[in-house]
């Protein structure tokens, strides 16, 4: 019977030169985020069907791969809807996962608990260019620290990973969910506009002040001076020799002195101990989609890429609503396939590779030449170096040249008749 | 909304402890094989439905966990039957995905292709102690490569890195269908009754001589002349002093001089190049279940482990059976769970690992003092030491100990008042 040789749709395969950067880079994020006190858990890729459908997931609940149930459990005939027929499905993000995790394991684990997590994640993503349904996420995250050490070990974390890839001259863009309200607030706006003020906020870099001063107008949001007000923020706090301190003369009276203290703390305790390869920027234009970041949010931007490599913040209040207990929590996601992309696309050499010779051994060479063939090969493993034994083919012009693809640069021959030599 | 906190039924956990022992065997995996030059690739964890129920998985394919259709393709009303509702599967194995893989790709592999596979694979067993529904599979094999190198290559890689892993005093036990074959046909067994009498012949480790013998005779297979001749064989071969040549004398009309010729030079060889942490043994008893193999088979036996850690064999007519062209296969798969499971209870400790350091801060340290001890962590961690950095709970002591039990031996602490200290 013949197999379909094409992977399920929208799904990729990984040929080995991809591979050896994967596993690159997730050795550095292993390595780095260790050295941070981070440890490794891992979850299952399948979780009960009910806790993905917890709303927690926005359009990504859409977008899940349902799996049947099994035996006796499974009844096409009584069956009404898909709910009927479905068990589990494969889980569209690293977040839930963890929240069941901590909330099933708490006892056993550190407070506050550092929690690295690699993993695939699926969605059924209408199929496209370099989007694929199922694809690695990297995610880091605290529980269980309220205080400000989480942003500042999660920012400095990540960017001693980033760094380590070769990235420099990145961006980390930082602000705070409460920034932004008391920004909505000062300039009077209505709170209950304020998630779609913030969606509109977002556009800034592509439409521009006025692109956002007419959307903000024509979706009914405040009048003009309300919006004159408002943009005039985001203006003087460009400008401004220091931002945060400007911002705070302003909308003062709207954010707790506290909370601005603690955003200026992060900032300067970064600055102070961070690498050059990167800027971190107060971003009053930040607003991060997902509606559960309760305070900080940051973001990664690449200049090679045009959008953010990740990005994260704190969420206080999500796993309360999953247990009845809330726990502060703080999270940074690293970009995984983007960062992969970007590497393989930029011809990226990994760093000290071991050095790649191929033995290639005539068809008749047996026994004891044979054997003192493998020998040599087995010691040469042992300094370091890797050593591909092979038979050589006819064409051995062909061979050489496929393994020289594959990063072999030497080539040793073997020949039953050493004359042939 | 509640959460249900276990995972999925069957499915594991797997908290810091473990993963830091699992993240240390495939690091060993895929560096030592990386050593003999396999190469890494990657398949997606979902294969379409068709090509996993190709009949090449024998009873695994009754455990698929099915993926239900989605959008339009999806209609309950008219589907009469599961394969109505579903599309893809998630695997099982990953010999069905590697096939697939190689048809699809081999143009851009080398020939040979020497693959290295570790992933995740679904059944829905009974769950049982021990045995999960998702697990991992290591997986290795040699596609293209006819001659006995690739067996050779297989055992050397696989013993290497079992041995790096310290494990010692284990056997690789080896035999070869054939050799199998010639000798139920050196007893004048029937050939349609050899698959039956293999069966048979795998429980010699639980029931011994006379088990077998009273269970072949009393399935039909032969007379009493004819499994005395058999067993007769198997005692012969395990009180010769040289097993090959002994049993070569009694069976060599009914096996080609060739493939006894080259089963001898892959025992010499690997035993003329080996390292004295294990055994390789001629064990004609040795059966493995898999119908696919061809020709050579092994096995890993520790003595720590009751059963099999790990095993393969030449299989060069399945590819063929796929894509219409036979492409000569040779794999080794390590029991990765077991591996790991072993090194858990044996209280296993990574070699080298890095020194981990707590700092821990008080409440009240803020601005200058936090930075500086910031500073001090990414100094520290730049040398290689783990450093975590965290508020210092109200239950100090509580935390220290939780804290050892991650393996942090030092504790360094900083107050904001210094007379505290």
Chains 1, 2 share one sequence.
């Not at 954010?255 to 009053?284: H, N, Q, W, Y």
Request: proline residues 3%; contains cysteine.
């Amino acid at each position: 019977m013949a197999l379909s040789k094409k992977p399920t749709t929208g799904m990729k395969e990984i040929l080995p030169r991809e591979m050896e950067i994967r596993d690159y880079v997730i050795r550095v994020i292993k390595d780095t985020y260790g050295k941070f006190g981070f440890s490794s858990i891992e979850t299952p890729c399948v979780e009960n069907i009910a806790n993905l459908c917890s709303k927690q997931g926005g359009d990504n609940e859409k977008l899940i791969f349902k799996i049947l149930k099994r035996g006796e459990k499974l009844n096409l005939e009584t069956a009404k809807s898909e709910e009927d027929l479905v068990d589990s499905g494969l889980r569209y993000d690293l977040t839930v996962p963890l929240v069941r995790f901590y909330s099933n394991n708490a006892a056993n684990l550190p407070t506050p608990f550092k929690a690295l997590q690699i993993g695939n994640v699926w969605r059924a993503d209408r199929p496209q260019r370099g989007r694929y349904r199922q694809f690695m996420q990297c995610d880091i995250d605290i529980l269980g620290e309220a205080s400000n050490l989480a942003e500042i070990e999660l920012i400095l974390a990540t960017t001693t990973t980033i760094s380590k890839l070769g990235f420099k001259g990145f961006q980390i863009r930082i602000n705070d969910r409460r920034i932004l309200k008391a920004m909505a607030a000062y300039a009077g706006f209505q709170e209950a506009d304020y998630d779609g003020i913030f969606i509109t906020l977002d556009k800034m870099d592509k439409i521009g002040t006025d692109g956002v001063r007419a959307e903000l107008l024509e979706r009914g949001y405040g009048d003009e001076a309300q919006c004159d007000t408002y943009l005039d923020l985001f203006a003087m706090v460009e400008t401004a020799e220091n931002p945060i301190a400007a911002l705070m003369d302003k909308v003062g009276e709207f954010l707790d002195a506290e909370v601005m203290a603690s955003f200026t703390e992060i900032v300067e305790s970064v600055r102070a101990t961070k690498a050059d390869t990167f800027e971190l920027v107060f971003d009053p234009t930040l607003v991060r989609g997902m509606s559960y970041y309760t305070g900080t949010i940051f973001e990664i931007a690449m200049p090679e890429f045009g959008g953010s490599c990740g990005g994260g913040g704190r969420y206080d209040k999500m796993i309360g609503k999953f247990t009845g207990t809330d726990v502060p929590a703080c999270g940074f996601s690293i970009g995984f396939e983007r960062i992969v992309l970007l590497l393989l696309e930029s011809g990226f050499q990994i760093p000290n590779e071991e050095k790649k010779v191929a033995y290639l051994i005539e068809k008749g060479v047996k026994g004891q030449a044979l054997c003192d063939i493998i020998a040599k090969a087995q010691e040469e493993r042992k300094t370091g170096v890797k050593v591909l034994v092979e038979r050589m083919n006819k064409n051995k012009k062909f061979q050489k040249e496929q393994l020289q693809k594959e990063g072999y640069v030497d080539f040793v021959e073997f020949y039953k008749d050493p004359i042939k030599k």
